[in-house]
């Protein structure tokens, strides 16, 4: 048994780029020579690192709309790096990937409906790729309150990861999770990453130059501190953003790949990943979290909320989630006006309607099964426009919107033109404008730079709609 257990966690992910009317990444040049980013960062990342089986040695997630493109884009790339994490599965009983959220969405900013939404959507999507259900998922931006723990738990998720600084009792240790208790009677496991050389990894390029160099430097001394202290096995859990591996870094996907199969084979230390680590030497400790809290915001979730610290000039943050709050809520009153209360489980037909996405099975069936009832002729091609109406409005929230200092980007107008798509299928179904409310205050975001506006991105593509509708009819 060796001492130190070495567990390397990248979170790979990009925001959706599709246009919501036809489904396609509209040409990005800053991408050149390729079409858009999702094809440049996986030529430079997650082709590489599927090619040196990168994906087998480390820990890691990939975004379910990630997936998705990669699905349409390179299937022989996503099925290598699902065989990958399949040969642990044979090997250990557990897999070392983990699932995530599905759009990215800031949990603890969401209502716990839409919590429930976005993590049974990531846990179907990862067993419907992967073929076995999650144990693990990766919180967007690991930005976490007690609600959205609870949701995990209830939905059987064991596991997540936290940054240090989301623990109450601060320090807490990277060398073993702990247990969190939950107010509705349950527990959830929680690692926090090694702060000092996740950091190294993720930040410094002159120490990812050399393998043999970052481990003699940063791991091998964890070793020699575990022999003074008793030598009982110890864990160091590293997390970064996947797309460092070749992407942000160039050769860091071959520097990883020695890494974790040359560099630490001759020294007392083994990769492990949590699910594993779990099976062997589960939680003995409890810990209380601060909530909200996340990775890359000292400030609590205020990054995608207000102005914040971490980002200037960003006064457009907060009207421009009290607008897509707005927007949710009229898209869900009327949602609940056509598909009923009472006995009806609506918001479970939304939690399912990811079955329907993925060509599971027909909407007439999965309302059926939610509802008990056939679902009448009449009520089909509204209930169709309603369900995809709900799928825009919660890729409206992508975090990816805010988390920049700027509006005038991709990121923040892909948003508005999927909260644009959301209230015009609605608008199909209500019969009347539902904009008025949401243009006047969108027209409260504005760039610093350029001075453009959400209310005339909003507008555009409102009219874009109106033009693509008369063609398909």
């Known amino acids: ?25 509209p040409v990005e040049l ?39 493109w990669m699905f349409d884009y390179d299937p022989i790339t996503l099925k290598r790096i699902i065989q990958q994490a399949q040969t642990n599965v044979e090997r250990y009983g557990v897999s070392n990937a983990m699932a ?84 509705n ?44 202290n008793g030598g009982a096995p110890t864990l160091t859990l590293l997390a970064s953003d996947g797309e460092l591996y070749g992407h942000h870094q160039a050769f860091r996907d071959k520097f990883l790949a020695y890494l974790v199969n040359g560099a630490i084979q001759d020294k007392p230390i083994e ?37 914040c610290p971490c980002t200037p000039n960003a006064s457009w943050k907060d009207p421009l989630r009290e607008a897509f709050n707005e927007i949710a809520e009229t898209i869900d009153k009327i949602y609940l006006e056509v598909v009923g209360e009472g006995e009806n489980n609506p ?12 060509g599971e099975i027909s909407l007439d069936v999965l309302y059926e099964q939610v509802m008990g009832k056939p679902l009448d002729v009449s009520l089909r091609d509204e209930l169709y426009l309603l369900l995809r109406a709900q799928y825009e409005r919660q ?17 923040p107008k892909n948003n508005v033109a999927y909260a644009a798509q959301a209230l015009w299928l609605t608008q199909l179904v209500y019969g009347r404008d539902l904009t008025q409310v949401a243009r006047e205050k969108l027209r409260h975001v504005k760039s610093w730079r350029t001075g453009l506006t959400a209310d005339e991105v909003f507008v555009k593509h409102l009219q874009r709609a109106q033009d693509f509708w008369k063609v398909k009819v």
């Open 395 to 411: 890729r409206m929230f992508t975090s990816c919107g805010w988390f920049f200092d700027d509006f005038d980007r991709i990121e």
């Open 347 to 358: 918001w479970e037909l939304r939690h399912q309607y990811i079955r329907v996405v993925f």
């Open 30 to 68: 800053g991408a050149t020579p390729f079409r858009n980013w999702n094809e440049r960062i996986h030529a430079q990342c997650y082709y590489p690192n599927a090619i040196l089986h990168n994906y087998e040695k480390i820990s890691f997630n990939i975004g379910p709309t990630l997936m998705e």
């Open 271 to 307: 990769l492990i990943y949590p699910a594993r680590w779990l099976k062997e030497f589960p939680p003995t400790e409890t810990v209380e979290i601060i909530e909200p809290s996340s990775w890359s915001c000292h400030h609590g979730v205020l990054r995608w909320a207000g102005e």
């Open 100 to 183: 995530q959220s599905y759009h990215h969405t800031i949990l603890p900013l969401a209502t716990r409906l839409d919590k429930i939404t976005q993590v049974r959507w990531g846990m179907y999507d990862y067993e419907m790729r992967f073929g076995y259900p999650p144990k693990g998922m990766w919180l967007p931006e690991t930005a976490v309150d007690l609600e959205t723990l609870e949701v995990l738990a209830e939905n059987g998720i064991e596991f997540t990861i936290l940054a240090p600084w989301q623990g109450k009792d601060i320090p807490v240790s990277p060398t073993h999770p702990y247990r969190v208790a939950l107010p």
């Open 1 to 25: 048994m060796k001492p130190l257990y070495l567990c390397i966690h990248a979170h790979f992910y990009q925001p959706p780029r599709e246009d919501p009317l036809t489904g396609e990444i």
């Open 185 to 228: 009677g349950k527990a959830i496991s929680v690692f926090f990453y090694d702060q000092s050389i996740s950091t190294r990894l993720s930040f410094d390029p002159g120490a990812t130059v050399n393998a043999d160099t970052f481990v003699q430097e940063f791991l091998l001394p964890k070793v020699g501190w575990i022999n003074r």
